[in-house]
């Protein structure tokens, strides 16, 4: 069993990386908005505190564009991550939801990469049922 550690929600990225390297098996990397704007400056540190550490990438929900979720996802593959995981868009339908998340899907598949489907805690991605109708529509 491996433990991991979510980072970038309580402060300075950096920071609570290698805090995880520290205490964890692995961190699963969210790049809030502001951040992403502004991770060029820190790239470099980021990169170093990861080497030899699993990361796993995780899109931040507030990440809506697929422009920006692009970005997030260059970023998370330079860091190492092999796998993003993504929440389904509350405000779409499961048919909405399935095409963005394939277009997602083949711009990870170009770079090698996983995409893994996270539930939320309200309706309609909160079942397993939905979910797995979306699963179904997502090779």
């Given at each position: ?7 970038g ?5 950096l ?26 400056d ?7 505190a ?29 860091l ?8 389904p ?50 090779p």
């Amino acid at each position: 069993m491996k433990f991991g550690y979510m980072s970038g929600f309580r402060g300075n990225l950096l920071t609570e990386i290698k805090f995880a390297k520290q205490y964890f098996d692995f961190t699963e990397i969210t790049i809030q908005p502001a951040l992403l704007k502004t991770i060029d400056d820190i790239f470099y540190d980021l990169k170093n505190a990861t080497v030899n550490f699993e990361v796993l990438g995780h899109i931040h929900w507030d990440v809506i564009k697929f422009d920006e979720i692009v970005k997030n996802i260059e970023a998370l593959r330079a860091l190492g991550a092999k796998k993003i995981t993504i929440h389904p868009f509350q405000n779409l339908s499961i048919e909405e939801n399935a095409k963005i998340l394939n277009d997602i899907n083949i711009v990870l598949q170009k770079n090698n990469m996983r995409l893994l489907i996270e539930n939320v805690s309200s309706t309609p991605f909160n079942s397993a049922d939905n979910i797995s109708k979306l699963l179904e529509k997502i090779p």
